[in-house]
């Protein structure tokens, strides 16, 4: 039997790779079915699978520009912006987890950032520090570990405190709207809740779509990453703490091309639903290849640290835990909770009852964590989308973005 094993797993690489270039000839199918012959005219080469946001933006809007900027503690930041004469309201679109600018012009025209521009926004797209087109210090190289060592916390303290600054003052607008996406809406509680009278100040309305922001235990998989919790965190005190832990490793790229190949096509969406929530019918073959290639961000060890704790905390939006050092940074042993009744920045919040990630029962209580003055606008609750579907699901736009739009369209 083994050395059965062994002959298989050493041709089935042969194979992906022999047919991995034709797959990539026409690499868009209509269906999973159409996968297993891509050279029909159900399938298709999209050229947004191997572009870049600006490349992509191009290609369908005809314009955008790059904004370069620096935040307090040194990083520099690339905002894209899709530019528009006479805007209703100007936007900051504010990327996931693993993620970049890419996730929100990944669709083709039904794309999220050019709903907005359509719409008549002045369109922002976020790169948060360590990603693609923000990757840069003014003193830190990227190869340095340094460059590593921050969480979502800082993404919240310094990167969105300097966007915003930022786009109120190039648009001359006195403030501006703020979508944030899974990780996205908890860089905007952790900005909201430490800068509560500068958040107030620049955004109108923070869009909290599915927020990444309390964990408490439930039937998904991060349940089995918490005994690993201890050695991780054991690791990351020694002198590496914060290397860089790659989302583009070599069993990624390995991942990647065996999805190229149609036996293992649908793999994909079997992955998402264990882990974001069962939708099957939410799942669609065209994005299959355009999902994947939005996850390509680096991501810092503290960062996958920090939501580990909160997780393992019993889902408490909990400040970092240095241990030892908690004390000195803090002035208690333990890391303080993020003051959530603290925000004066209104807050419209979106989920779904079938995210696994971020369960209703974590936005309920959320919620209830909020000041009513922040809860004017309310919250919109929604049934067919897990967690990944807010990006890629069939029904995105209706169901959650053209609601965005209605009330924006109210309040405006």
């Given at each position: 039997?083994?050395?059965?094993?062994?002959?298989?797993?050493?041709?089935?690489?042969?194979?992906?790779?022999?047919?991995?270039?034709?797959?990539?000839?026409?690499?868009?199918?209509?269906?999973?079915?159409?996968?297993?012959?891509?050279?029909?005219?159900?399938?298709?080469?999209?050229?947004?699978?191997?572009?870049?946001?600006?490349?992509?933006?191009?290609?369908?809007?005809?314009?955008?520009?790059?904004?370069?900027?620096?935040?307090?503690?040194?990083?520099?930041?690339?905002?894209?912006?899709?530019?528009?004469?006479?805007?209703?309201?100007?936007?900051?679109?504010?990327?996931?987890?693993?993620?970049?600018?890419?996730?929100?012009?990944?669709?083709?025209?039904?794309?999220?950032?050019?709903?907005?521009?359509?719409?008549?926004?002045?369109?922002?797209?976020?790169?948060?520090?360590?990603?693609?087109?923000?990757?840069?210090?003014?003193?830190?190289?990227?190869?340095?570990?340094?460059?590593?060592?921050?969480?979502?916390?800082?993404?919240?303290?310094?990167?969105?405190?300097?966007?915003?600054?930022?786009?109120?003052?190039?648009?001359?607008?006195?403030?501006?709207?703020?979508?944030?996406?899974?990780?996205?809406?908890?860089?905007?509680?952790?900005?909201?809740?430490?800068?509560?009278?500068?958040?107030?100040?620049?955004?109108?309305?923070?869009?909290?779509?599915?927020?990444?922001?309390?964990?408490?235990?439930?039937?998904?998989l991060l349940k089995f990453f918490v005994p690993l919790y201890c050695k991780i965190h054991e690791f990351s005190r020694s002198e590496v703490t914060a290397k860089i832990m790659p989302s583009v490793n070599w069993q990624w790229k390995i991942y990647k091309g065996f999805h190229f190949v149609f036996p293992f096509k649908k793999s994909l969406a079997y992955i998402i639903g264990l882990i974001h929530g069962?939708?099957?019918?939410?799942?669609?073959?065209?994005?299959?290849?355009?999902?994947?290639?939005?996850?390509?961000?680096?991501?810092?060890?503290?960062?996958?640290?920090?939501?580990?704790?909160?997780?393992?905390?019993?889902?408490?939006?909990?400040?970092?835990?240095?241990?030892?050092?908690?004390?000195?940074?803090?002035?208690?042993?333990?890391?303080?909770?993020?003051?959530?009744?603290?925000?004066?920045?209104?807050?419209?919040?979106?989920?779904?009852?079938?995210?696994?990630?971020?369960?209703?029962?974590?936005?309920?209580?959320?919620?209830?964590?909020?000041?009513?003055?922040?809860?004017?606008?309310?919250?919109?609750?929604?049934?067919?989308?897990?967690?990944?579907?807010?990006?890629?699901?069939?029904?995105?736009?209706?169901?959650?973005?053209?609601?965005?739009?209605?009330?924006?369209?109210?309040?405006?």
């Open positions: 039997m083994l050395p059965q094993k062994l002959l298989f797993y050493s041709v089935l690489p042969i194979l992906v790779l022999i047919f991995h270039p034709l797959y990539t000839q026409n690499n868009t199918c209509r269906t999973y079915f159409d996968y297993i012959n891509i050279f029909t005219g159900d399938c298709y080469y999209n050229p947004d699978i191997d572009s870049d946001s600006v490349q992509v933006i191009q290609r369908y809007i005809g314009i955008h520009e790059e904004h370069t900027l620096q935040t307090d503690d040194g990083y520099i930041l690339t905002l894209i912006r899709i530019p528009r004469k006479n805007a209703k309201e100007v936007i900051l679109l504010q990327h996931s987890f693993l993620a970049d600018s890419k996730i929100w012009v990944s669709q083709f025209n039904e794309s999220v950032a050019f709903l907005f521009w359509r719409a008549g926004f002045d369109v922002w797209l976020s790169n948060s520090r360590g990603t693609f087109y923000s990757q840069k210090h003014v003193t830190l190289n990227i190869n340095n570990p340094s460059f590593w060592n921050y969480s979502f916390h800082e993404l919240g303290y310094y990167d969105l405190s300097a966007q915003t600054k930022y786009i109120t003052r190039a648009t001359q607008r006195a403030k501006i709207v703020y979508l944030g996406y899974s990780m996205g809406g908890t860089i905007g509680l952790v900005y909201g809740s430490t800068k509560p009278e500068e958040a107030a100040h620049l955004i109108k309305l923070a869009i909290l779509i599915a927020p990444c922001s309390h964990f408490s235990p439930s039937e998904n069962w939708t099957p019918d939410e799942s669609d073959p065209k994005f299959s290849h355009a999902l994947l290639a939005c996850i390509r961000s680096a991501v810092p060890l503290k960062l996958v640290l920090h939501y580990t704790q909160i997780y393992k905390s019993g889902g408490h939006l909990l400040m970092y835990d240095y241990g030892d050092k908690n004390l000195e940074l803090y002035g208690q042993k333990e890391p303080p909770l993020y003051p959530l009744d603290k925000i004066k920045v209104p807050i419209f919040l979106i989920h779904s009852l079938n995210d696994l990630l971020s369960t209703p029962d974590d936005n309920e209580y959320l919620y209830s964590l909020l000041s009513d003055d922040v809860k004017i606008y309310g919250k919109l609750k929604i049934e067919g989308l897990n967690h990944a579907d807010f990006a890629f699901g069939r029904h995105r736009n209706e169901r959650v973005y053209e609601k965005i739009l209605e009330l924006l369209k109210r309040i405006d």
